[in-house]
């Protein structure tokens, strides 16, 4: 035929040269469009070959080439030679493509390194296969069963832009040779093949043979039957048509298992199955004895890889067909030899062969580390071991001995510097992992490492039967590292670094070498007694055809558990590459479900789930499923992608919500439609039309980490425990010991247990997954047996208002691993003891009923306890208390059983040990207490039923989604809030195509007053309620009734996003406040209602929010004790006297210092006791070098702090030796027996489990001192400056070391020795005011009289608050001199001041002792007190009170230094004539006649002052105005208030009601009748304090 293309090409082609040329018309704009084609139909071996002229770099990929059966004259040109349908054969890179689908991965060489003048050809042999050639080199067949009539097809793509037709013919003589051997094997088989005495075409051609070696191992199976037309086949698998009779499973079991009895039977001398030559003399090639001749071909059809000798050479083949036995001449002269493997001739280029080839040695050792590559000699044989031993090792280079196989003949292999550097048909175990053509498949194949093993070890490798590659140590079996290997492979061995001798080894007797592997294990893996698989020659043919994850998965994943697990070994360092399939098609109606074991919260995504037309063993698997192009269905989120295009947008539960425990399956009925489940409940039709074989498809993606395959239940192993990194935990095989020396602290819930049951936080908590559809086959029991006088106490945490019954409780003697796990405990028929409701039950009896408690009444918070006495007897224990002796005659050694049925869906292990130490109260028992069990840590606000008709609530009410629009979100809080009572919300996802974010505020509108249909009842936004008064804030907007109140009101809610928590609570004082990830915003509107609402609108961006408060019932856990001298003290402000039981009863103190061992940026001093973080913002972790012993206070002084970053420090325990830690950048990196204080949250292992503790870390000042101490309980406490804060932690191990993160603003600290002084110490003694002397001046001014704070516990310097209200006061011109000159006076009382201080509410002062509340809110600037008052004593005898007034009064107030008429203040004067009843004095219209000129001028003067002992009186708007003004900083917009703290004289005021008209309490502490004072004494008041509050 002619060299030209046809005149019909692609839409960018130009063709020239009388059509030998083509080109790509603007090869830079446009990479595709260039497909061209031969002008006539190829002849059978012609090689249509083309010159590559040019290529530019702009594009990837480059050219293609291939043939097709469709007319060029009539073709519709698709966009790449990859569209091609309807018979097209395409080599693309280095894949073969049929019709578009990928038939073979890895072939010839990779046209996309191919260079200008490299040649490539295309040929279709004279027997239907397709060949690739490549500089006049054949690359084999691509594929086979090609039909006559095909054009060639060339494909100008990427970076390929012109080439040239060079040639149309036959291959050249010397390529001729090479073809014309194989022409002659193919015609020597299509003459006849005797197969056992039996030809083919004969009874079924092969199927006789296989039934005859079915018949020599042991065994008659039915075998289907081929048709004559495909005696045997040329190509597997690429030869199979549609009307072959097998599968191409069933063909491959059934050429192997011939093949594996075939060996078997000349292993074991022959049989009588037949006649032939002896074979012996492979120079005869007679018909009844084969020889060698047709090398490998008669069973690979590739003679070029059979590394066969040629039939003349009089010498036994080195081919795997070979040279046969005695009696199976036919057989084994054709397939089989029996010479020794040995390494081949051919090697790498400092390899040097001895021992008859059977060592191999690296020249130059300690020279040169690579170039030591040495393969067999030969093929390896079906379940053949290939072993070697390793000889010699030298101690230079990192890296070792590398194994495995290869597709490669080694005659026609040019050796790399080291195999993993080939990049086809080669698969090798590197170190402990698996290498597919130099790329990781697998990171932790084995326990084993191979550069761990030391001389005179052995490594081997076996190619099974079934296509599956085993490794084996020392002898023992590692598992299946590739399901699917090449018919034909060469053992390859890799001399590389540190290894330098080798020797094949022939006796496979392992036994001498179990000691050596053990004491290897020892090393490597404490799982030593760990039960292998002992070495099977055999394929296993009576495993069940069960579900399993196939071998191939993706790079970053691996396949554990017998391929029942799929992982992500380094989740937190990858999110995607992470594809694993199912290892065979789905059958029609067969569900595939996954269970989440394990996920990471560092990624946005999660698990996607679905099907797929590829066969894993071929796909090139991508980096996450739905970039897939073809032939795939998956569930992503809560949407269908079909191809990788969206074809159902809200389809079922959103897969990203899923948390460890939750099930996610896909089906594919008969009908054709595929249907997804999740935790069992299915989501409907999602697609139809589906294929019939079609592989499971789970895409770890994400959070996602790790997932196991449901198909047995029984079998199903548990969650992974992050936790149980931390304290051991006893083994659940150790022996029930009572003289052990643990604690009651290893007591945990077994690992195995009921279906439906979870087990967390290390196994002290059990959980019923899916608790609102199942309400048994939950019992989860104890990891020992208990001992006698132990008690076994559990907490119950959380309930479901959905079932009848709840919890049961008892005792059995069964062992766990033991029992089998009913729906009920109590349909156990034997050595069971139970508690259900308020009966006794003894193996499923009822024994008694009417015990002292029921356990059917007992709620969230509920404490229940089992002990076994040691005189048999069974008590219960009711929180805390005995209910008596429930039965008798129990056996010694017995387990505690939970069963988390019905209603009780949660419970943890509390840490009592018997009754004795069960001091705990109910209601000292919260959700909080328990919130490191919780999988919500510390929530008990739930969202009400009734919501807005875009809402789906989840998690129990504790999570809120709006799935469409950007309206109709709505929700409420479930009951009503507290006074208070803080209602929080984090923001989970935003939707950046909407504008607008989340609305949220108080409603008087009861949820239960809606109509059940929400539609009908609620408006689309917040902001449109109108049927009840409503308070809400919006962006920055107060509004009531979506009437506009104030504008400005503080941070735009517009501008949040995912991560920041938004809160709303209703104070005492009737006002609403708006908080902020924490930070209060002030109040937004007032005289808001008692009985109201939180309500929420997840409007415009905000499309989901989850709770993250709890009830105020739930936090008096954390009530710290009041002062012992808060009656006789001066208020918070000052030096504490400390609260009795505040400070622990120190031991004998260990010295503490900071271990040398810390983060890079840490420097340490003054023998180690201050470190200081030298640059950068992070790694500053610390750790001291002793542990923290029990009851002793670690405490530490904040030197420095660097106001040009944000955040602060944050500090804790860990759990482990710190010596040896590789510390990471920031301490919530920490993730193993690690409990952090950050912020005003507790974190266990990176996870929240607390909230709003303690002050915020984030606003601590220079000079704080800090401490952390281990109570005798095992709980965590953060004091600061000397003061308690309460529990932060429980279950802290021993040992534990402080530790201390220098993170953001925190530059430097130090540890406070007893030498130092310390608040709360000695030298920060408080004093109560009597005790000062005159020696207490300073300056002129008595500390007594301006009841300033101690020095070391002054204002947070660090306060924006503070600044802010001092740039205020500064914009009021007030003269300097009014101010006390020392600043260390002024305090601010915002949350975080006063928290840090410790103040309390309210206090005592003066003689007789009278209450007052601190100034929340307000920060006071001390004023200079006047000379006269400096000496008083009397003044520590006075009262405090408050005084609200304008801006505009407060000069002429401060220039009379008293309240004086006249002021704009409604507190202001009045002239007063006589005194009312209760003191008030009522002017009198004609007074001033009644009395002379004189008295009348003076009784004007005097005034009529009004004050309070609380500023949530004195600071309304009504007595102390807002004025607005701009910050000079920021520019932004504020209200501010002022007023005066006052001292006022016992004996100069009256009390009196309030004068408002208020109905609600104003102040909880002080009643509306006695909440105002009147005073008309001049002297009787003293301003000692500006109040200044700015919103």
């Known amino acids: 035929m002619a060299a030209e293309l046809h005149p019909c090409s692609g839409k960018l082609i130009g063709l020239s040269n009388s059509n030998r040329t083509a080109q790509r018309n603007q090869p830079v704009q446009e990479f595709n469009n260039g497909l061209v084609l031969s002008r006539e139909p190829l002849k059978d071996r012609d090689v249509f070959t083309v010159r590559i002229d040019k290529k530019v770099n702009s594009w990837s990929g480059s050219i293609e080439i291939g043939v097709t059966s469709l007319d060029p004259a009539g073709l519709d040109f698709p966009s790449s030679a990859t569209g091609l349908k309807g018979g097209s054969w395409i080599v693309s890179g280095c894949s073969v493509l049929r019709d578009g689908r990928s038939v073979l991965e890895e072939y010839g060489r990779d046209l996309d390194q191919l260079s200008e003048g490299d040649r490539v050809g295309i040929q279709r042999s004279a027997h239907g296969e397709l060949h690739l050639w490549v500089n006049g080199q054949d690359c084999g067949a691509a594929a086979s069963g090609l039909p006559t009539g095909l054009w060639a097809v060339v494909d100008l793509y990427g970076k390929?832009?012109?080439?040239?037709?060079?040639?149309?013919?036959?291959?050249?003589?010397?390529?001729?040779?090479?073809?014309?051997?194989t022409v002659e094997e193919h015609e020597q088989e299509d003459e006849e093949v005797v197969v056992c005495g039996v030809r083919e075409g004969e009874f079924g051609g092969l199927t006789s043979a296989v039934n005859l070696a079915a018949a020599t191992n042991g065994t008659l199976e039915e075998v289907p039957e081929l048709p004559p037309t495909h005696n045997r086949p040329d190509k597997f698998p690429n030869n199979l048509e549609p009307e072959t009779g097998l599968t191409e499973h069933q063909l491959f079991d059934v050429l192997n298992n011939a093949i594996v009895s075939l060996y078997r039977s000349e292993d074991n001398g022959g049989g009588d199955l037949g006649g032939g030559g002896t074979g012996t003399?492979?120079?005869?090639?007679?018909?009844?004895?084969?020889?060698s001749s047709s090398g490998g071909g008669s069973i690979n059809g590739n003679s070029s890889d059979s590394g066969g000798g040629t039939g003349n050479t009089g010498s036994v083949s080195n081919s795997p067909a070979g040279g046969g036995g005695a009696r199976l001449g036919a057989v084994t002269g054709g397939m089989l030899t029996n010479d020794a493997l040995l390494f081949h001739e051919k090697c790498g280029t400092l390899i040097k062969l001895s021992n008859n080839n059977k060592t191999a040695e690296r020249r130059r050792p300690l020279d040169e580390f690579n170039n030591g590559v040495v393969m067999t000699n030969r093929p390896l044989r079906h379940n053949e071991m290939f072993e070697i031993r390793i000889d010699k090792l030298v101690d230079k280079w990192s890296g070792s001995i590398e194994i495995g196989v290869t597709t490669h003949n080694p005659n026609n292999l040019d050796y790399p510097a080291t195999m993993t550097n080939l990049r086809s048909g080669t698969i090798m175990m590197s170190g402990c992992g698996i290498l597919t053509n130099g790329k990781g498949t697998r990171r932790e194949y084995c326990e084993f490492s191979l550069d761990e093993l030391q001389e005179g070890d052995h490594i081997g490798l076996m190619h099974k039967a079934s296509g599956a590659l085993h490794f084996y140590i020392n002898g023992i079996d590692q598992g299946v590292a590739a399901a699917q290997t090449p018919a034909v492979v060469y053992g390859v061995v890799d001399l590389y670094g540190m290894a330098v001798k080798v020797t094949i080894v022939h006796n496979h007797n392992h036994s001498d070498r179990l000691r050596r592997n053990n004491a290897i294990m020892r090393a490597l893996s404490p799982d030593v007694g760990r039960p292998r698989p002992a070495l099977d020659l055999t394929p296993d043919t009576d495993a069940p055809d069960r579900l399993l994850f196939h071998s191939n998965c993706g790079q970053k994943a691996a396949i554990i558990s017998e391929g029942r697990t799929a992982l992500r070994p380094h989740a937190t360092?990858?999110?995607?590459?992470?594809?694993?399939?199912?290892?065979?098609?789905?059958?029609?109606?067969?569900?595939?479900?996954?269970?989440?074991?394990?996920?990471?919260d560092k990624w946005a995504g999660s698990i996607e789930i679905g099907v797929t037309t590829h066969n894993p063993a071929y796909l090139q698997l991508p980096s996450t499923m739905t970039n897939l192009r073809s032939g795939t269905w998956m569930m992503t989120g809560n949407g269908v992608m079909h191809n990788g295009t969206t074809i159902l947008d809200?389809?079922?539960?959103?897969?990203?919500?899923?948390?460890?425990?939750?099930?996610?399956?896909?089906?594919?009925?008969?009908?054709?439609?595929?249907?997804?489940?999740?935790?069992?409940?299915?989501?409907?039709?999602?697609?139809?039309?589906?294929?019939?074989?079609?592989?499971?498809?789970?895409?770890?993606?994400g959070q996602a980490a790790q997932a196991t395959i449901m198909d047995d239940v029984a079998d199903l192993p548990p969650l992974p425990e992050d936790s149980l990194e931390g304290p051991t935990v006893m083994s659940p095989s150790s022996p029930c010991s009572v003289a052990g020396g643990n604690s009651a602290n290893d007591l945990r819930f077994h690992q195995l247990h009921g279906t439906n049951a979870v087990i967390t936080n290390g196994g002290r908590t059990a959980l019923r997954q899916n608790c609102r559809s199942e309400f048994n086959d939950a019992i989860v029991i104890s990891n020992r047996c208990l001992r006698d006088g132990e008690l076994f106490e559990i907490v119950i945490q959380k309930m479901v208002d959905r079932w009848s019954g709840s919890i049961e409780a008892g005792v059995t003697a069964i062992r766990p691993e033991e029992l089998e796990f009913p729906n009920t405990m109590t349909d156990i028929d034997y050595d069971t003891w139970m508690l259900s409701g308020t009966a006794i039950m003894q193996d499923g009896n009822t024994m008694r009923n009417n015990y002292g408690c029921d356990l059917d009444t007992l709620t969230t918070g509920s404490r229940i306890g089992m002990m076994r006495s040691a005189t048999g007897d069974l008590h219960y224990y009711i929180n805390g208390v005995d209910q008596g002796v429930a039965c008798t005659g129990l056996p010694p050694e017995v387990y505690a059983v939970i069963d988390l049925y019905g209603q009780c869906v949660q419970v943890s292990i509390t840490s009592s040990s018997g009754p004795q130490d069960n001091s705990l109260c109910t209601s000292n028992i919260t959700e909080k207490s328990f919130s490191i069990h919780s999988p919500v840590a510390g929530v008990a606000h739930r969202l009400h039923s009734k919501h807005g008709k875009n809402v789906v609530l989840l998690g129990e009410?504790?999570?809120?989604?709006?799935?469409?629009?950007?309206?109709?979100?709505?929700?409420?809080?479930?009951k009503e809030l507290k006074t208070d009572e803080l209602f929080e919300v984090k923001i989970d996802e935003v939707d950046d195509q909407w504008s607008g974010s989340l609305h949220m505020g108080l409603t008087t509108l009861a949820p239960p007053e809606l109509p059940s249909c929400p539609m009908s009842g609620l408006s689309p936004s917040l902001t449109q309620l109108r049927c009840k008064v409503t308070w809400l804030l919006a962006g920055s907007e107060v509004r009531r009734n979506g009437l506009l109140q104030r504008q400005n009101y503080g941070a735009s809610l517009d501008r949040l996003t995912v991560g920041n928590r938004v809160g709303v609570k209703r104070c005492s004082d009737d006002t609403m406040h708006i908080l902020i990830d924490g930070e209060d915003m002030g109040p937004a509107a007032t005289a808001v209602a008692k009985n109201v609402y939180a309500v929420l609108d997840l409007y415009g961006r905000v499309t989901a929010v989850s709770i993250v408060s709890s009830s105020v019932l739930e936090d008096s856990g954390s009530v710290k004790a009041p002062s012992l001298s808060s009656d006789s003290c001066s208020e918070g402000e000052e030096d504490r006297t400390p609260v009795e039981g505040g400070e622990p009863a120190l031991v004998h103190n260990t010295v503490m210092a900071f271990l040398e061992n810390h983060g890079k940026n840490i420097q340490l001093s003054h023998q180690n006791l201050t470190a200081a973080r030298v640059s950068s913002y992070n790694q500053g972790l610390l750790v001291t070098a002793q542990p923290l012993p029990r009851q002793q206070l670690f405490q530490f002084q904040i030197d420095r702090l660097n106001a040009s970053w944000t955040s602060s420090l944050s500090l804790g325990v860990i759990g482990h030796s710190p010596d040896r830690l590789n510390f990471p950048s920031t301490a919530c990196c920490l993730k193993r027996s690690v409990w952090l204080l950050q912020r005003d949250s507790v974190f266990h292992n990176s996870l929240k489990i607390c909230e709003n503790y303690g002050p915020n870390l984030d606003t601590c000042p220079e000079g704080t001192v800090l401490g952390l101490l281990v109570d005798g309980n095992s709980c965590l406490h953060l004091y600061v400056n000397g003061m308690d804060q309460g529990v932060a932690a429980q279950d802290i191990p021993t040992p534990c070391y402080p530790l201390i993160d220098l993170y953001g603003q925190c530059e430097q600290v130090t540890i406070v020795t007893n030498t130092m002084s310390t608040v709360g110490g000695e030298s920060g003694e408080a004093r109560c005011q009597g005790d000062m002397e005159k020696a207490d001046m300073v300056d002129g001014i008595k500390e007594s009289v301006c009841w300033t704070p101690h020095p070391e516990v002054n204002p947070n310097k660090t306060c924006e608050y503070q600044a802010l209200c001092s740039r205020f006061k500064d914009l009021l011109t007030l003269p300097d001199g009014y101010f006390n000159e020392d600043a260390k006076y002024n305090l601010c009382y915002c949350e975080s001041c006063h928290k840090l201080r410790g103040d309390e509410s309210y206090y005592k002062r003066g003689e007789p002792p009278r209450d007052y509340a601190l100034p929340f809110g307000w920060c006071r600037f001390a004023l200079r007190i006047k000379p006269h008052c400096e000496v008083s004593n009397s003044f520590k005898k006075w009262h405090i009170a408050y005084h609200g007034t304008s801006v505009g009064a407060l000069r002429r107030t401060l220039d009379h230094a008293q309240l004086l008429s006249g002021t704009s203040s409604i507190f202001s004067v009045s002239p007063v004539k006589t005194e009312g009843?209760?003191?008030?004095?009522?002017?009198?219209?004609?007074?001033?006649?009644?009395?002379?000129?004189?008295?009348?001028?003076?009784d004007r003067e005097v005034p009529r002052v009004q004050l309070s002992p609380t500023m949530r009186y004195s600071g309304l708007e009504m007595f102390a105005p807002k004025v607005q003004f701009r910050d000079p900083r920021s520019h932004c917009c504020h209200q501010a208030q002022v007023g005066f703290q006052v001292c006022v004289r016992p004996g100069s005021y009256k009390v009196g009601p309030q004068t408002l008209g208020a109905s609600e309490p104003l102040d909880p502490r002080f009643s509306n009748t006695e909440i105002e004072w009147i005073t008309k004494d001049q002297g009787g008041t003293l301003l000692y304090g500006l109040l200044i509050r700015v919103e």
């Not at 080439?163 to 090479?178: H, K, Q």
């Not at 003399?281 to 020889?291: P, W």
């Not at 009410?957 to 479930?974: D, E, K, N």
């Not at 008030?1480 to 004609?1486: A, D, K, L």
């Open 160 to 181: 390929c832009t012109q080439v040239t037709v060079m040639s149309c013919e036959p291959p050249s003589l010397a390529e001729r040779d090479t073809e014309r051997e």
């Open 281 to 291: 003399d492979s120079g005869t090639g007679s018909r009844g004895d084969r020889g």
């Open 573 to 600: 360092d990858d999110f995607n590459h992470g594809v694993v399939l199912s290892g065979r098609p789905l059958r029609s109606n067969e569900v595939f479900q996954v269970r989440i074991d394990k996920m990471v």
């Open 650 to 701: 809200e389809y079922g539960h959103n897969l990203d919500r899923l948390k460890a425990g939750d099930t996610v399956g896909v089906v594919r009925k008969e009908d054709g439609s595929l249907h997804f489940f999740v935790n069992g409940v299915a989501q409907g039709p999602a697609a139809w039309n589906v294929p019939p074989s079609v592989y499971a498809v789970v895409d770890l993606y």
């Open 957 to 974: 009410g504790c999570q809120a989604v709006r799935v469409g629009g950007y309206a109709h979100g709505i929700v409420f809080s479930a």
């Open 1477 to 1498: 009843p209760n003191g008030y004095s009522e002017p009198e219209v004609n007074s001033s006649n009644s009395l002379p000129g004189r008295d009348r001028e003076r």
